[in-house]
Each structure stands twice: as structure tokens, then as C-alpha cells.
């Protein structure tokens, strides 16, 4: 499964297709989609136009089979049982395209306004008789000599009409749900780029720190020592370290967002490295904070050091923030169950969280420090799930009395 999934990385990386390029691809299928409806719609339209016209020429061959005078009781038949099953427009006329009086025996499925004359009436059935002429040519009604003696006008239903128009305004729904959308989450993107650069800003601030305050207090120790030669060579030492931490964390930010290389490492050393850097400088936070390792040496796996270190140093630091305490503990456990399955717990005893702060601890820009911005976790989550196909958890916590994250890698024993 991992390994399925770091070559689907590989081939996302390969493959990553531009802003514009994705546009395009896009507007193609969505022009796709839309022509397809449209075709659809129309070869919908066309078979009922089909089925309407063969349902009129059925009519008046009945009507022209039963409206002889002799055969009044099956015409009152027709009337009464197959006429009202039409859904389409009719208007029978005379020869001369007239229509023929009464107007609503001669009519079907056309609303004719009885408070006008009879003459806007008549005027009403010869425009409707003119747009029905366009569409369709009229059925005639011939005598058994072949002379005209009605004609049948018709047009197609209402349903056609909007069926017709049915894609035009599905896509004028969906271009208006696409604009919505867009804007809606443009707005909220640029409000998660904005908190992005933000936290990126403040994090970049927070990593800068540490060996910035450390380095203005061995200056300090510089000047109270200036006449002591080894005290000064160990200052010096500690501000090298600092130094190279500058560095190192310079290099982490230039490898988010890329993909970063990766090295066989013991875990125990990347982690002691950490430990150490911390607990030179614990001290100046005020409080005495103990880190206890339980590390087991023999554990190698796969990882980027720097940003694999960013991930150990931010929980540490989240670990020692939390005790509000004169004295507190942080305990760091490297274990390792099986070949495949490596385990990297850091408990503290600090004030722990709520049920609710649980569940969100992970999201951009949720924090439970007073002047905190919400990156740390969510870059760590990253920084493990991405990069290198593990997981982080917060496996229990209780107000009062601490929490414990768990960091799950792959990885072997030596």
C-alpha cells in the first residue's frame, strides 16, 4: 500500500499540470457536457414531434372515418373519449382556412377568451392558424370525390417547448451555481492563503526565536565572562550551535512544498540531537522541565532529518508550553513492535485539552495558546502523512494531567 502510494506521489509530481492547463481542461469537459445535454434534449424533442404527428394523423383518420352525419353516436365517441387524450394544439378549418364556427368544437388544447367577439376570436384562431402553418404542414380532410373539405392545423405540445429550452436553462442554473461557487471559494481561499502566509509568517517568527534569544543571552554570558577564556570557548560553542540552527531552519522552510530527499538515519540519534538542543536551553523559559528519553538505539528508518527534526521540536516545544507548572515532565518514547512499525510517543504533564480542542487541533489555524496561530500541528501532520507516509495522533489527553501524541513511521530494525 505504501509503496502504491509513493508512486502515485511520484507520478503527481511528474505530471503536475498548470492553472491554466487544468482551466482548460475544465471548460473542455464541461463544454462536453453541455453539448451532449443538448443533443440528448433535442433527439428527446424530435421523437416526441415524431410520436405527436403519427397521434394527429391517427385522429383524423378517425375523425374522418366517424364524422359522417350517419355515424353521430361514434362521433360523439371520438369527442368525448380520444379527444381530451391530446396534449398538442389543434384547429380544424374549412377549405379556405377558415375557422369554422362554433370555435370550441372545432378546437383543441386552445384557450379561447369568451368575453371577446366573435370576430376577435375568429381573428385570435387565423393568428394561431398563421404559426401553426410554419411549423407543420396541415393534414387535409378530403370528401370521397377528393374535394378539400377540412383542413387540421396543429402544433406541438407545450411539453415540447420545454424540453426545448430545458438545457439552456439547466445550464444557466448549473453557470450560476459554477459563478457562486467560485466566488464563494475564491473568498475563502485567498482567506486561507492570507492565514497561510500569516501563520507561515508567525512560524517562521516562532522557529526564529529560540536561537535568537539564545544567542542574545550568550552574548550576555560573553560579557560577564570576557576575562574567562574557557568560559568563553563553551559560549562560543553554544553560539555556533545556534548558528547552524538558523541555518537548518532556513533550509526546512525552503522544503515545504517540494518533494524533499530522504536518508536512512537512527531515529534515536535525530532525536537525542533535539533533546539536547532543548534542554541547553529549558532554563531560560523559567521553569524546570525534565525530558526523559526512552529510546531504543537500534531503530533505522527513512526520513528527511531536517524536517523530520521540525516535527520532534514542535512537539517538544508544544510539550513544554503546556506545563504551567514550577516543574514538569516531558517523556519521549521510541519503540518498535515489528520491522515495519515504528513508534515515537511524547507525553507531558501539562494542562491537557477538552473533547472539543481534540477534535481540531489539527486544523490550519486552531491553537490553544494565548498568542499562538495553529500552524505547528497541522505542519507536522503534513511533514508526517506526506513526506513520509506515516501518522500522528493525539492518542489521550485529560484537563490537569497531559496529553500524549503518537507518531507512527515505517521502518526496520538494524
Same mark, same amino acid.
Given at each position: 500500500?505504501?509503496?502504491?502510494?509513493s508512486?502515485?506521489?511520484?507520478?503527481?509530481?511528474?505530471? /503536475?499540470?498548470s492553472?491554466?492547463?487544468l482551466? @482548460? %481542461?475544465?471548460?473542455? /469537459?464541461?463544454?462536453?457536457?453541455?453539448?451532449?445535454?443538448?443533443?440528448?434534449?433535442?433527439s428527446?424533442?424530435?421523437?416526441?414531434?415524431?410520436?405527436?404527428?403519427k397521434?394527429?394523423?391517427?385522429?383524423?383518420?378517425?375523425y374522418?372515418?366517424?364524422s359522417?352525419?350517419?355515424t353521430?353516436?361514434?362521433?360523439l365517441?371520438?369527442?368525448?373519449?380520444?379527444?381530451?387524450?391530446l396534449?398538442?394544439p389543434?384547429?380544424i378549418?374549412?377549405?379556405?382556412?377558415?375557422?369554422?364556427?362554433?370555435?370550441?368544437?372545432?378546437?383543441?388544447?386552445?384557450?379561447?377568451?369568451?368575453s371577446? !367577439?366573435m370576430e376577435?376570436?375568429?381573428?385570435?384562431?387565423?393568428?394561431?392558424?398563421?404559426r401553426?402553418?410554419e411549423?407543420?404542414?396541415p393534414?387535409?380532410?378530403?370528401?370521397?370525390?377528393g374535394?378539400?373539405l377540412?383542413?387540421?392545423?396543429?402544433?406541438?405540445?407545450f411539453l415540447?417547448?420545454k424540453l426545448?429550452?430545458?438545457?439552456?436553462?439547466?445550464?444557466? @442554473?448549473?453557470?450560476t451555481?459554477i459563478?457562486?461557487?467560485y466566488i464563494?471559494f475564491?473568498?475563502?481561499?485567498?482567506n486561507?492563503?492570507?492565514k497561510?502566509?500569516v501563520?507561515?509568517?508567525k512560524?517562521?517568527?516562532?522557529?526564529?526565536? /529560540?536561537?535568537i534569544s539564545?544567542?542574545?543571552a550568550?552574548?550576555e554570558?560573553m560579557?560577564l565572562?570576557?576575562?574567562?577564556?574557557?568560559?568563553?570557548?563553551d559560549?562560543?560553542?553554544?553560539?555556533?550551535?545556534?548558528? !547552524?540552527?538558523?541555518?537548518?531552519?532556513a533550509?526546512?522552510?525552503s522544503k515545504?512544498?517540494s518533494?524533499?530527499?530522504?536518508?536512512?538515519?537512527?531515529?534515536?540519534?535525530v532525536?537525542?540531537?533535539?533533546c539536547?538542543?532543548?534542554?541547553?536551553?529549558l532554563?531560560?523559559?523559567?521553569?524546570?522541565i525534565?525530558?526523559?528519553?526512552?529510546? *531504543?538505539?537500534?531503530?533505522?528508518?527513512s526520513?528527511?532529518? *531536517?524536517?523530520f527534526?521540525?516535527?520532534?521540536?514542535n512537539? %517538544?516545544?508544544?510539550?513544554t508550553?503546556?506545563?504551567e507548572?514550577?516543574?514538569?515532565?516531558?517523556t519521549?518514547d %521510541?519503540?518498535?513492535?515489528?520491522?515495519?512499525?515504528?513508534?515515537?510517543?511524547?507525553?507531558?504533564?501539562?494542562?491537557?485539552?477538552?473533547?472539543?480542542?481534540?477534535?481540531q487541533?489539527f486544523f490550519p489555524?486552531? !491553537?490553544?495558546k494565548n498568542?499562538g496561530?495553529g500552524l505547528?500541528?497541522?505542519?507536522?501532520?503534513?511533514?508526517?502523512?506526506?513526506y513520509h507516509?506515516?501518522k @500522528?495522533?493525539l492518542?489521550? !489527553?485529560?484537563?490537569g494531567?497531559?496529553?500524549?501524541?503518537? @507518531?507512527?513511521?515505517?521502518?526496520?530494525?538494524?
Amino acid at each position: 500500500m505504501k509503496l502504491f502510494k509513493s508512486k502515485i506521489s511520484d507520478i503527481f509530481y511528474r505530471f /503536475t499540470y498548470s492553472k491554466w492547463q487544468l482551466k @482548460i %481542461l475544465l471548460g473542455a /469537459t464541461a463544454f462536453g457536457i453541455f453539448i451532449s445535454m443538448i443533443l440528448y434534449t433535442q433527439s428527446l424533442v424530435r421523437e416526441l414531434i415524431e410520436i405527436e404527428q403519427k397521434t394527429v394523423k391517427f385522429y383524423t383518420d378517425i375523425y374522418k372515418r366517424y364524422s359522417d352525419p350517419n355515424t353521430i353516436e361514434d362521433y360523439l365517441f371520438l369527442i368525448d373519449n380520444i379527444t381530451p387524450t391530446l396534449s398538442f394544439p389543434v384547429i380544424i378549418t374549412d377549405k379556405n382556412d377558415e375557422p369554422i364556427y362554433p370555435y370550441d368544437q372545432y378546437t383543441i388544447n386552445i384557450d379561447i377568451d369568451t368575453s371577446l !367577439t366573435m370576430e376577435e376570436q375568429k381573428q385570435f384562431l387565423v393568428e394561431n392558424i398563421k404559426r401553426m402553418k410554419e411549423t407543420y404542414t396541415p393534414i387535409i380532410i378530403e370528401g370521397p370525390d377528393g374535394k378539400v373539405l377540412q383542413k387540421f392545423y396543429y402544433s406541438h405540445s407545450f411539453l415540447i417547448d420545454k424540453l426545448r429550452f430545458f438545457p439552456f436553462v439547466e445550464i444557466l @442554473i448549473v453557470i450560476t451555481f459554477i459563478v457562486i461557487g467560485y466566488i464563494a471559494f475564491s473568498t475563502i481561499r485567498r482567506n486561507e492563503e492570507s492565514k497561510v502566509w500569516v501563520g507561515m509568517a508567525k512560524e517562521a517568527a516562532h522557529q526564529l526565536g /529560540t536561537p535568537i534569544s539564545s544567542l542574545m543571552a550568550w552574548m550576555e554570558i560573553m560579557r560577564l565572562n570576557k576575562d574567562k577564556p574557557e568560559a568563553l570557548e563553551d559560549t562560543i560553542n553554544e553560539m555556533e550551535s545556534d548558528i !547552524t540552527r538558523l541555518g537548518v531552519i532556513a533550509t526546512r522552510f525552503s522544503k515545504i512544498g517540494s518533494k524533499p530527499e530522504k536518508f536512512t538515519k537512527n531515529l534515536a540519534d535525530v532525536i537525542e540531537q533535539i533533546c539536547n538542543y532543548f534542554e541547553k536551553r529549558l532554563p531560560h523559559i523559567g521553569r524546570q522541565i525534565e525530558i526523559v528519553r526512552n529510546l *531504543d538505539n537500534n531503530i533505522v528508518t527513512s526520513i528527511n532529518p *531536517d524536517l523530520f527534526q521540525w516535527v520532534i521540536e514542535n512537539l %517538544l516545544k508544544n510539550a513544554t508550553e503546556a506545563i504551567e507548572n514550577k516543574r514538569g515532565k516531558v517523556t519521549i518514547d %521510541l519503540t518498535c513492535k515489528d520491522k515495519s512499525h515504528i513508534d515515537i510517543s511524547v507525553t507531558d504533564t501539562g494542562k491537557g485539552m477538552t473533547a472539543k480542542q481534540r477534535r481540531q487541533i489539527f486544523f490550519p489555524g486552531f !491553537t490553544t495558546k494565548n498568542r499562538g496561530w495553529g500552524l505547528g500541528l497541522s505542519l507536522c501532520k503534513r511533514i508526517v502523512e506526506d513526506y513520509h507516509d506515516g501518522k @500522528i495522533y493525539l492518542k489521550e !489527553t485529560s484537563l490537569g494531567k497531559g496529553s500524549t501524541f503518537v @507518531i507512527e513511521l515505517p521502518g526496520n530494525k538494524k
